[in-house]
């Protein structure tokens, strides 16, 4: 597609669910990234893959958060037992390689309640 | 450990009037910083990457600097319009490696008619 694309836009889920977060990137960017961002905070780094493996997984808060990249080029941000501490915007971005410029998606609004 | 802070965190200046934004950063040793836009609950959109070997990089009304000794960089507005009313993000690749950017917290700018 012509940008990178996240779904859904807004989810709201009860405390305890299990949720999915969908990441396609700009065809042909090797290297796509997991943000989280609160409120009047920039954005924060959770894992970031090259390719279809996760090579760098630092910014993960905890065990109940996983990332996926199967095929190399849409991603899924899974987030087990959910907390209302877990509500944030969770940005994708995707570049052709590590160190060239970053494109973002619309993000996606999670609400845990 | 990498370090942005941004400064003013609002800012509101009436129509037409130029302005300065400010970024500055820790450590020294990056590839390249970048410069993002922020509407009020989308994503980010990128407006201008600067490598470590430029010293600015320009599009349209924006200017962008970098002082990679000094660990600063500006983002300048020229001509201010309405439409730029919008949270400025300045970003940076962490220590060692250009894959994952911090950010700063941004600028809020609002451009009065």
């Known amino acids: 597609g012509a940008g990178v694309s996240q779904t859904p836009s807004n989810k709201v889920t009860e405390k305890g669910k299990y949720v999915e977060l969908r990441c396609d990137p700009i065809s042909g960017h090797t290297a796509l990234y997991w943000y989280r961002q609160s409120l009047g905070q920039g954005p924060e780094f959770l894992i970031y893959f090259q390719g279809t493996g996760a090579a760098d997984d630092s910014g993960l808060p905890n065990d109940r958060f996983f990332a996926v990249r199967p095929e190399g080029s849409v991603s899924t941000l899974k987030i087990q037992r959910t907390e209302r501490g877990d509500s944030a915007v969770y940005l994708c971005a995707s570049s052709l390689a590590g160190d060239t410029e970053a494109f973002f998606g619309q993000g996606t609004r999670l609400t845990v309640v | 450990k990498q370090e942005v802070t941004q400064i003013p965190a609002a800012l509101s200046v009436p129509e037409g009037e130029n302005l300065v934004l400010n970024c500055s950063f820790t450590?020294?040793?990056?590839?390249?910083l970048q410069w993002f836009r922020q509407d009020p609950g989308k994503g980010l959109t990128s407006l201008l990457l600067?490598?470590?070997?430029?010293r600015e990089q320009t599009s349209g009304r924006l200017n962008a600097s970098l002082d990679k000794s000094s660990g600063r960089s500006t983002l300048y507005i020229a001509a201010s319009q309405p439409g730029d009313s919008a949270t400025y993000l300045c970003a940076v690749p962490t220590q060692g490696g250009s894959e994952k950017l911090v950010f700063g917290k941004g600028t809020k700018l609002t451009v009065n008619p």
């Open positions: 600067i490598q470590s070997s430029q």
């Open positions: 450590d020294s040793a990056i590839y390249n």
